[in-house]
C-alpha cells in the first residue's frame, strides 16, 4: 500500500515563503515521477510542479515559475516544494502525487497513480 502525507503548510503573509514535504512510504520511491498539484475554494485541482525519477527533470506551471522549486532526496523518500514569493491566488490545499508508470514529471493528473490527502496553504494580502 503506498502511502503520500504532506506537511508544511500553514497561514503564510503575501511575501513570504514555506517549503512543503511529502513522504512516501510503501512503494518504490526512487521509481516515481512526483508532482504537486493545488486546489483552491470553487476551482477545479490544477497542476503546480513536477519532478522526473532521479530529478534532473522538472516541469512547472507559469504562474509559479521563477517562485517555486520542486526537488526530492530519494534517500529520504521524501519529495519537496519550495515556495517563495507567495501570493493570495498561491492559497489552496496542496497535493503531492507519484506516477509509478511514465516516469515522466507530467502535467496531467491522469497520469498519477497515488495522491496524499493534502496540506492547506493559506496566503493573507
Known amino acids: 500500500q503506498v502511502q503520500l502525507v504532506e506537511s508544511g503548510g500553514g497561514l503564510v503573509q503575501a511575501g513570504g515563503s514555506l517549503r512543503l514535504s511529502c513522504v512516501v512510504s510503501?512503494?518504490?520511491?526512487?521509481?516515481?515521477?512526483m508532482g504537486w498539484f493545488r486546489q483552491a475554494p470553487g476551482k477545479e485541482r490544477e497542476f503546480v510542479a513536477a519532478?522526473?525519477?532521479?530529478?534532473?527533470?522538472?516541469n512547472y506551471v507559469d504562474s509559479v515559475k521563477g517562485r517555486f522549486t520542486i526537488s526530492r532526496d530519494n534517500g529520504k523518500n521524501t519529495v519537496y516544494l519550495q515556495m517563495n514569493s507567495l501570493k493570495p491566488e498561491d492559497t489552496a490545499v496542496y497535493y503531492c502525487a507519484a506516477d509509478d508508470r511514465t516516469g515522466v514529471p507530467s502535467s496531467d493528473e491522469s497520469k498519477y497513480d497515488y495522491w496524499g490527502q493534502g496540506t492547506q496553504v493559506t496566503v493573507s494580502s
Open positions: 510503501g512503494g518504490t520511491f526512487r521509481r516515481y515521477a
Open positions: 519532478i522526473n525519477w532521479i530529478g534532473g527533470i522538472t
